[in-house]
Protein backbone atom coordinates (compact mmCIF):
# COMPACT_ATOMS: atom_id res chain seq x y z
CA UNK A 1 0.00 0.00 0.00
CA UNK A 2 1.15 3.17 -0.58
CA UNK A 3 0.90 6.70 1.49
CA UNK A 4 -2.52 8.78 1.40
CA UNK A 5 -1.11 10.71 -1.61
CA UNK A 6 -2.33 7.15 -3.52
CA UNK A 7 -5.45 7.25 -1.61
CA UNK A 8 -6.23 10.74 -2.99
CA UNK A 9 -5.34 9.52 -6.52
CA UNK A 10 -7.11 5.96 -6.42
CA UNK A 11 -10.59 7.10 -7.76
CA UNK A 12 -8.92 8.95 -10.90
CA UNK A 13 -6.34 5.94 -11.52
CA UNK A 14 -9.62 3.39 -11.85
CA UNK A 15 -11.36 5.21 -13.78
CA UNK A 16 -9.02 5.46 -16.06
CA UNK A 17 -9.22 1.67 -17.14
CA UNK A 18 -12.89 1.58 -17.77
CA UNK A 19 -12.36 2.26 -21.77
CA UNK A 20 -11.14 5.28 -23.65
CA UNK A 21 -13.41 7.64 -22.28
CA UNK A 22 -13.00 6.57 -18.71
CA UNK A 23 -8.93 7.72 -19.45
CA UNK A 24 -10.42 10.47 -20.59
CA UNK A 25 -12.61 11.73 -17.52
CA UNK A 26 -9.75 10.92 -15.26
CA UNK A 27 -7.40 12.91 -17.48
CA UNK A 28 -9.80 16.31 -16.29
CA UNK A 29 -10.00 14.45 -12.63
CA UNK A 30 -6.64 15.15 -12.58
CA UNK A 31 -6.11 18.11 -14.38
CA UNK A 32 -6.59 20.37 -11.24
CA UNK A 33 -5.05 18.10 -8.63
CA UNK A 34 -1.84 16.49 -10.33
CA UNK A 35 -1.67 13.52 -8.54
CA UNK A 36 1.17 11.51 -9.41
CA UNK A 37 -0.29 8.10 -9.03
CA UNK A 38 -3.03 9.13 -10.75
CA UNK A 39 -0.95 10.17 -13.52
CA UNK A 40 0.90 7.34 -13.57
CA UNK A 41 -2.25 5.10 -14.14
CA UNK A 42 -4.05 7.41 -17.10
CA UNK A 43 -0.64 7.10 -19.01
CA UNK A 44 -0.81 2.94 -18.22
CA UNK A 45 -4.31 3.32 -19.04
CA UNK A 46 -3.87 5.72 -22.35
CA UNK A 47 -1.39 3.15 -23.38
CA UNK A 48 -3.36 -0.06 -23.13
CA UNK A 49 -6.53 1.41 -25.11
CA UNK A 50 -4.02 2.59 -27.60
CA UNK A 51 -2.66 -0.32 -28.42
CA UNK A 52 -5.88 -2.10 -28.12
CA UNK A 53 -6.90 0.01 -31.59
CA UNK A 54 -3.90 -0.44 -33.16
CA UNK A 55 -3.03 -4.12 -32.55
CA UNK A 56 -6.49 -4.68 -33.09
CA UNK A 57 -6.65 -3.34 -36.42
CA UNK A 58 -3.42 -5.44 -37.13
CA UNK A 59 -4.61 -8.70 -36.22
CA UNK A 60 -7.80 -8.21 -38.41
CA UNK A 61 -5.22 -8.35 -41.58
CA UNK A 62 -5.06 -11.95 -40.49
CA UNK A 63 -8.55 -13.11 -40.03
CA UNK A 64 -7.53 -15.57 -37.72
CA UNK A 65 -9.18 -16.51 -34.95
CA UNK A 66 -6.39 -17.89 -32.77
CA UNK A 67 -4.36 -14.57 -33.46
CA UNK A 68 -7.44 -13.05 -32.40
CA UNK A 69 -7.97 -14.65 -29.31
CA UNK A 70 -4.44 -13.99 -28.28
CA UNK A 71 -4.61 -10.21 -29.24
CA UNK A 72 -7.62 -10.25 -26.74
CA UNK A 73 -6.17 -12.45 -23.95
CA UNK A 74 -3.03 -10.42 -23.88
CA UNK A 75 -5.18 -7.23 -24.27
CA UNK A 76 -6.93 -8.26 -21.19
CA UNK A 77 -3.86 -9.55 -19.13
CA UNK A 78 -2.81 -5.72 -19.54
CA UNK A 79 -5.90 -4.23 -18.75
CA UNK A 80 -6.75 -6.39 -15.53
CA UNK A 81 -3.08 -5.77 -14.33
CA UNK A 82 -3.46 -2.20 -14.48
CA UNK A 83 -6.75 -2.28 -12.93
CA UNK A 84 -5.84 -4.69 -10.01
CA UNK A 85 -2.73 -2.66 -9.19
CA UNK A 86 -4.62 0.69 -9.34
CA UNK A 87 -7.22 -0.72 -6.79
CA UNK A 88 -3.97 -1.82 -4.34
CA UNK A 89 -2.82 1.23 -5.12
CA UNK A 90 0.26 -0.03 -6.66
CA UNK A 91 2.72 1.71 -9.00
CA UNK A 92 3.65 -0.92 -11.03
CA UNK A 93 3.91 -0.96 -15.22
CA UNK A 94 1.60 -3.23 -17.39
CA UNK A 95 3.71 -6.39 -18.68
CA UNK A 96 6.17 -5.76 -21.56
CA UNK A 97 4.86 -2.11 -22.58
CA UNK A 98 4.37 -0.49 -19.62
CA UNK A 99 7.68 1.52 -19.28
CA UNK A 100 7.54 2.48 -22.88
CA UNK A 101 3.92 4.07 -22.07
CA UNK A 102 5.35 6.00 -19.01
CA UNK A 103 7.85 7.31 -22.15
CA UNK A 104 5.76 7.74 -24.94
CA UNK A 105 2.80 9.79 -22.47
CA UNK A 106 4.95 11.80 -20.33
CA UNK A 107 3.29 14.67 -21.10
CA UNK A 108 0.33 13.42 -19.29
CA UNK A 109 1.46 15.35 -15.45
Known amino acids: MESDYAKQGKTAAIVAYITIIGTIIAFFMN ?20 SFYVLGALVTI ?3 WP ?7 FIMVLWFF ?28
Do not use: M
Request: net charge negative; charged share 20%.
Open 31 to 50: NDDKNQFASFHIRQALGVNI
Open 82 to 109: GLITAIREEQKTVPLLGPFFQDWFGFIK
Open 62 to 64: FDS
Open 67 to 73: ISTAFYV
